[in-house]
């Protein structure tokens, strides 16, 4: 099983039904090899991947400060991968 830090909200979250099926490996592959990241004011790093096995769709993964410790995740409907 793939562990990483996480926040209390993040495991409050991950209980819900619409992201108890977000899997630990697709988080992973988030922060290590993200299509997009934004850096919020508060020094949040936002991450973004497309998930193939979840439709296509975009999971955000929103990190502390520290670069490491998960603090949210979620499919993200309103993101639109950058042009290059």
């Excluded at 973004?48 to 410790?69: F, M, N």
Aim: charged letters at 30%; proline letters at 5%; zero cysteines.
């Amino acid at each position: 099983m793939l562990r990483f830090k996480t926040t209390t909200y993040f495991d409050a979250m991950r209980s819900r039904p619409d992201r108890a099926m977000i899997l630990d490996e697709w988080i992973v592959m988030a922060i290590a090899h993200p299509i997009h990241q934004e850096i919020q004011s508060d020094g949040r790093i936002r991450r973004w991947a497309r998930i193939a096995e979840a439709d296509d769709r975009y999971l955000r993964v929103v990190l502390l400060a520290d670069g490491e410790t998960v603090h949210n995740a979620f499919f993200d409907r309103r993101f639109r991968e950058p042009s290059p």
